[in-house]
């Protein structure tokens, strides 16, 4: 499913890296074969697309064109989602985000247990979508399924 988004694969790449940055803190040790697939998914991705050819294309354009003209020029129309919440707006509109990390963060620091890699992983990529949301809502509309994810595995 995610191999057919063609902007899904930053954050894939990312999220492989993630998960073998906080193994490597969990356990000592790096497992390759977690960036080796997700890289080899995200290959086969792009030459399995129905529109191969073209979806390169669409990629270079979108990918690679896009993100760079608006870093340089900062020209380009932007939709709503691409500025930040006030602080009041935030916490008025998404209590249960708010909530919820103190919750997490509550659960892991005085829990005596021992909590798993996947809760590690999972509790990283929260936190990074958890701060980027002050930057955009977008990464508010992204984090959701990652949130949720990490709230039912602390259980």
């Known amino acids: 499913m995610f191999t057919l988004l063609l902007m899904f694969l930053f954050p894939m790449v990312g999220y492989a890296f993630l998960t073998e940055l906080v193994r490597f803190f969990h356990n000592k040790e790096i497992s390759l074969r977690n960036l080796g697939?997700?890289?080899?998914?995200?290959?086969?991705?792009?030459?399995?697309?129905?529109?191969?050819?073209?979806?390169?294309?669409?990629?270079?354009?979108?990918?690679?064109?896009?993100?760079?003209?608006?870093?340089?020029?900062?020209?380009?129309?932007?939709?709503?989602?691409?500025?930040?919440?006030?602080?009041?707006?935030?916490?008025?509109?998404y209590p249960f985000f708010t909530l919820g990390m103190f919750f997490i963060l509550g659960t892991l620091l005085f829990r005596n247990t021992k909590t798993s890699l996947t809760t590690k992983s999972l509790f990283v990529i929260t936190i990074i979508y958890y701060l980027g949301s002050f930057l955009s809502r977008r990464y508010l509309i992204h984090g959701w399924p990652v949130f949720i994810l990490l709230f039912f595995f602390l259980q």
Do not use: D
């Open 37 to 93: 697939g997700v890289s080899l998914g995200i290959l086969s991705g792009f030459f399995f697309h129905p529109y191969f050819p073209n979806n390169l294309l669409i990629f270079y354009l979108n990918g690679i064109l896009v993100p760079f003209y608006a870093a340089k020029t900062g020209v380009l129309e932007l939709g709503e989602e691409f500025f930040p919440l006030h602080s009041r707006e935030f916490l008025l509109s």
